[in-house]
């Protein structure tokens, strides 16, 4: 059992940034990923960054260059630094985590982030 809570969201104006902090709480031992999903209404959910155990991280191409995703000491809590936002990032931000063993992706309860023009 894993718990994910996020923080951070708010409204930005566009260019501002913004930090997200996720905290794992419960049998972090079985994670393997860490990262962030966002979705806004009537659009796609997107996978916006990751990071493994080993450190390896991914983003979306169009974040690229413009968010960070880190961690602290075992990757918890995981942090998005999120620079030069856009009204096209206005979403709700998810932290999620996956489990090495059984592949079961948990979900925080979301943040949501508002830029605008």
């Known amino acids: 059992q894993v718990q994910l809570v996020e923080s951070g969201g708010g409204l930005v104006q566009a260019g501002g940034s913004l930090r997200l902090t996720c905290v794992a709480s419960g049998s972090i031992s079985s994670i393997n990923v860490m990262g962030w999903y966002r979705q806004a209404p009537g659009k796609q959910r997107e996978l916006v960054a990751a990071m493994t155990n080993a450190g390896t991280t991914d983003y979306a191409d169009s974040v690229k260059g413009r968010f960070t995703i880190s961690g602290d000491s075992a990757e918890n809590p995981v942090y998005l630094q999120m620079n030069s936002l856009k009204p096209d990032d206005t979403a709700v931000y998810y932290c999620?985590?996956?489990?090495?063993?059984?592949?079961?992706?948990?979900w925080g309860q979301g943040t949501q982030v508002t830029v605008s023009s």
């Open positions: 999620i985590a996956r489990s090495r063993f059984t592949g079961y992706q948990y």
